[in-house]
RNA sequence: UGACCGAUGGUGUAAUGGUAACACAGCAGAUUUUGAUUCUGUCAUUCUAGGUUCGAGCCCUAGUCGGUCAACCA
């Protein structure tokens, strides 16, 4: 690190520019408040993260806080498990929130709201059905019309909200509805709804309420009741802010201050919560958490790290424009901080069998490996070597182009901490395919210990063929077919990867993943990385891929 | 065919009226007992047309293209 270079100022995104200025202008008294307002209906996905670090990271760099707040507000949808996973998510990624509240905390209060507005003649009890209501509201391009019942009275108003309140209405037959304009270009300010009937039973509340606030009628308020500074939300909600603006006006509340940004778009996947549920209902995956799927808890199963991930959130920016993110980046961002962190080991996942003809049968010859050789203190692990050993059925050719520089026949190559051996037979099944190679190697080329003078190009990953543990792998790949699984001709199920998960049932691992920890991330070498499934047992090891190493190789065959 | 928002290399993000930069991807090379990592080099960018200004990616006007908005969802 050049700390002398300090000087060459930081990239600020247009949040922290605006933060920066509320700061130094004391807009809020200096004080920084953000939120995370999930809606309990379902996992978080990356594109959360990103609104995740983004406002928990504010507050870390400028000295506030968060709060976690769950938006409850629809008992139908939301539910106890979700809020769970929520929290761990969070936790996990690695941050810290000041206060978990929920919207439904608010119902008593954003009730009394909603009186005030009653009172001065800012709110109205309707009568009509959700179709005449929207026959009523016009178009964009056309106004809409008054209803019928804005001629009501306050105490009638009032009267009627008290028994809405009492459950003497059914659902549906009475909403109450804020007075704003008709006519105004904006949608969201054409007498939008206040409180719906609902007779469900809500997480939280259980059978309190039969009248729920609608998403416009709590969010701004509960922002302003914890005196939010800074309720920094996605581009769509932007039409919402003039009515967001206009409650806290008419109550005279706390002015919390919304601003948006452009939601994470990444390509080959979608980020609907509506369209991952479907994903999960009809199968296509094994649950929220199968390891192909954008959530966190997927993301976690895999073997992406925190760390990867808000490096990530870091890298892509924030900013007002839409974007679809290459997911190329992502496994970037995850390469880049398992390279640092993983261990190395060996493994085989397409075994072919080599016989090593002038190795003593039944010795076992101990060699050091080192465990990263990005991290000293990582230390040495022994190997074992012996006179049957596999190597990946990939590394050997037959007829192999120019620049093949693994193993082929008459050739010599590494076999990597160990030696160096030379193909001298290749056998093959009825059917032509290679099935055993006979080789022999040079005893003076041991690793660390080389007199042989023999100069290779390739190096190999091998396992012993006799001293090893067999495991399961699951190696995944893009969940679609298309960039943009969304906005094709057909739906987006019908892009679908068929082969996005394919699974190895016997691999040959080197015998030291005995003694690894169950949360270890590694490296395969030359393979990709790898941690442990949930399904493992003692008894059966599953890894799953994280991601592969860069490889040149299939860029330079294909 | 209304209102609002947006438009910078292939993908993202900076530059806040004064030399268009950074990351990823790509390409070329060096190092390498992982065809990894690391390192070096390189390609490539201001939607269009007018205007303001000594000077415009930035300000103004018009157009083009893209997004959002008409749930008793959030």
Redesign the pocket.
Known sequence: MNHTANEEHE????IE?LVEEDLKTKKHYGRLLTRF???P?GYLHIGHAKSICLNFGLALKYGGKTNLRF????P??EETEYVESIKHDIKWLGFEWSEELY?SDYFEQLYDFAVILIKKGLAYV?D???EQ??AH?????EPGTLSPYTSRTVEENLDLFTRMRAGEFA?????LRARIDMTS????LRDP?MY???KDHHHRTGDKWCI?????F??GQSDSIEKITHSICT??????RPLYDWYIKQLEIYPSQQT?F?RL?L?YTVMSKRKLLKLVQDRYVSGWDDPRMPTISAMRRRGFTPEAIRNFCD????????????F??LE?CV??HL?KIAL?RMAVIDPLKIIIANFEEGKNEILSA?N???DPEAGNREMIFTREIFIEHEDFMENPPK????LAPGGYV??????IIKCDEVIKDDAGKVTQLNCTYVPE??????TSGISV?????WVSATENITAEVRLYDRLFTVENPD?QEKEFLHYVNPDSLKILNKAYIEKHFALDSIDSKF?F???GYFCFDKDSTPQHLVFNKTVG?????????S
Do not use: C
């Open positions: 990239k600020l995104n247009f520019q307002p999930p809606e209906n938006d409850d507000t629809n139908e949808k919207t309707d009509q059905t959700a209501m929207a509201k016009g178009t964009p391009t659902e549906g037959e009475k909403t270009p904006n949608m969201h709804l719906r009937i609902k729920y606030p609608m998403y416009d709590a969010h581009l769509e909600f932007e039409v919402h948006e452009a778009n390509n890298t892509i920016g924030v900013a007002r424009r839409e974007n679809v993110i290459d190329g980046l970037f390469r880049e390279n190395r080192e990263n050789p990005e620049k093949f520089f693994r590494r076999l990597k901490n160990a030696f080329s041991r690793s660390g210990h080389d190009k390739g190096v190999l990953h906005n490296q070498l030359r393979l190493l860069k490889d040149s190789w299939a860029k330079i065959s």
